[in-house]
């Protein structure tokens, strides 16, 4: 058996993050190994957990995801960032700034499973 992909959450709704928490424990192929409330803390956990995926909320305080979004594929440009929001007038800022696929919340399951293996294109 393959090794799970490893998932950091980064969205600053407590209840966002474990909703997509309580549905990637259901996936046998993805294992959450971190959350994070905002851009810059979601940095910090880059350092120490390596995640090969992100899934990242565009509006957060602090460091939106956005900006974070940037510097994670600056400095990981290996790890894939999944913009996940409910704003979809930020896909072509999020594409541009690095984000390797946009979805928008709600989207359906297989489509965010697709999205954190890398099989789909860049569109929610």
Known sequence: MEQPIRVLIVDDKRRSRDALRALLNTWSEG?????????QAALLLMERLRPAVVLMDVLMPVMDG????????????????????MYGAYQHEALAAGADDFLLKGCPTERLWSAIRGSESKRS
């Open 31 to 39: 294992q959450v190994v971190g959350e994070a409330a905002n851009g």
């Open 66 to 85: 956005l900006s974070a979004t940037r510097a994670i594929k600056e400095r990981w440009p290996q790890t894939k960032v999944v913009i996940l929001t």
